[in-house]
């Protein structure tokens, strides 16, 4: 059941942003640890890694949880490729379903993004609205966030980390735009076009 070496089997890099408290670090512990933290340090960035088995494949994602968003900003990010060791395949774009502004602050990341990716095609990228089980509080209906989605040319998906729904999907539904694009790149197989990823050398 070890993954074929003949396909590109190089880790997934996925960044995670959004606003400070939509709730990054508990998506990403959901993920890798399944557990739920009510009180997580907001300034601490962490690096998390979890294989998954996806289509029958297993697939090792790194995933960077990043910290102090107000001021990270993905476009000089990906200009500079710092501070990664690795790549970048996708972004997880985070707002908490119950607050307006950090929704607000989602478009701005993604179209900042959008600048970093430029003049490639902007890298696969996810709205993800979180903290679903607050429906009560909720300020952002799902046609709204979806349509926002789709005036981006991407997906969207509602997550909560507190009662573990739809976690996994929402990283499954990403690293699956990202393979469909590494598909097609192999099979057109030129690196100047798409996604803009560096390909693996196999050695
Ligand atoms: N109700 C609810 N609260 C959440 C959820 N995810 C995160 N939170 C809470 O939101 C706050 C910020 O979460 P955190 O993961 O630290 O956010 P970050 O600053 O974006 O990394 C914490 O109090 C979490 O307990 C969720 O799915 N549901
Ligand atoms: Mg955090």
Avoid at 36 to 50: A, G, L, M, N, S
Avoid at 82 to 88: D, I, K, N, T, Y
Wanted: charged share 30%; hydrophobic share 35%.
């Amino acid at each position: 059941m070890s993954g074929s070496p003949d396909k590109d089997d190089s880790p997934i890099g996925l960044v995670v942003v959004g606003q400070t408290g939509v709730g990054k670090s508990n998506l990403c512990m959901r993920l890798t640890r399944n557990t739920f933290v009510e009180q997580y340090d907001p300034t601490f960035d962490d690096i998390f890694k979890k294989q998954l088995l996806i289509d029958g494949r297993p697939t090792l994602l790194e995933i960077y949880d990043t910290a102090g968003c107000e001021e990270f900003n993905p476009r000089d990010f990906l200009r500079l490729q710092r501070p990664f060791p690795w790549h970048v395949d996708g972004f997880l774009v985070l707002f908490a379903l119950n607050d307006p502004t950090s929704f607000e602050r989602a478009e701005e990341l993604i179209r900042s993004i959008k600048e970093g990716c430029d003049p490639n095609p902007l890298l696969p990228t996810l709205l993800v609205g979180t903290k679903s089980d607050l429906e009560k509080e909720r300020a952002i209906d799902k046609r709204t966030a979806s349509d926002k989605a789709a005036d981006h040319g991407i997906r969207f998906i509602e997550t909560s980390s507190k009662e573990g729904i739809n976690v996994e999907e929402a990283f499954v539904s990403l690293v699956r735009t990202i393979t469909e694009g590494r598909s097609a790149q192999g099979s057109s197989s030129s690196s100047s076009s798409g996604g803009g990823k560096p390909k693996c050398l196999v050695m």
